[in-house]
């Protein structure tokens, strides 16, 4: 079973919309949790922390439930430049070492 | 601004030959990681440093060394390169003493092995 799992999309919607998704982790002992955001042929970069309270910057809204093990992210008012790959991350045991899921693809269309 | 950088963006390589990868970072960061990323399988770590000649296996270390001799240089090695090792190879550095979890990345390289 892969350590992080994420519904791979693609997600298609208008600018303006409000799209959502998670992402379940299997260890239950998984310390922090992060999104990343990965743009067409570049690199990964750290989009946001995930804390148990949940948290918002800006239009982003990420969201931790211990309990059934998964995370999300909300994007409101979607923005063309909102298109990318987000990819749901986590560490497990404590240590620099990050685990990442496979992305969700978010197109968002004029 | 954090700067990442690998040695190549494309490489074709045969079957059998040695591969070598480097990556270099400017901010002075201790850790610094090697990822393969592939679709469908997201990316997964091969080894990993925390210091300069420290390094640690990750997920998937078969078929691959390391080395570090400077900080800010982490060296990936293919010691004889297969087809299954078709990838795009990324980079990463972290600092262990702001924010370990805030990953830099490379632009990556994609290698071909024919």
């Known amino acids: 079973r892969k350590e992080v799992e994420q519904d791979p999309g693609p997600f298609n919607v208008p600018e303006g919309a409000t799209v959502a998704f998670n992402c379940t982790y299997s260890?239950?002992?998984?310390?922090?949790f992060f999104w990343y955001r990965q743009d067409c042929r570049k690199e990964p970069k750290l989009l946001m922390s995930?804390?148990?309270s949940g948290n918002e910057d800006g239009r982003f809204t990420a969201q931790l439930n211990r309990a059934s093990q998964y995370i999300s992210l909300l994007i409101r008012d979607s923005k063309l430049s909102d298109s990318a790959t987000y990819l749901c991350?986590?560490?497990?045991?404590?240590?620099?070492?990050?685990?990442f899921g496979a992305g969700t693809t978010v197109t968002v269309r004029a | 601004d954090v700067k990442v950088t690998q040695s190549s963006r494309y490489l074709v390589k045969r079957t059998g030959e040695k591969v070598f990868l480097e990556c270099v970072q400017d901010?002075?960061?201790?850790?610094m990681f090697w990822y393969r990323q592939d679709p469908g399988l997201g990316l997964r770590l091969i080894y990993f440093?925390?210091?300069?000649?420290?390094?640690e296996k990750g997920d998937i270390p078969e078929g691959y060394s390391v080395s570090r001799e400077k900080k800010e240089r982490f060296s990936l090695i293919l010691e004889s390169a297969s087809t299954n090792q078709t990838s795009m190879y990324l980079c990463?550095?972290?600092?262990?003493?702001?924010?370990?979890?805030?990953?830099?990345f490379g632009p990556g390289t994609r290698l071909t092995v024919t």
């Open positions: 995930v804390y148990s």
């Open positions: 901010m002075d960061h201790e850790n």
């Open positions: 990463a550095s972290s600092s262990s003493r702001t924010d370990p979890y805030e990953q830099y």
């Open positions: 991350v986590v560490n497990i045991r404590n240590d620099y070492k990050l685990s």
């Open positions: 440093s925390y210091d300069v000649k420290m390094k």
């Open positions: 260890n239950s002992a998984s310390q922090s």
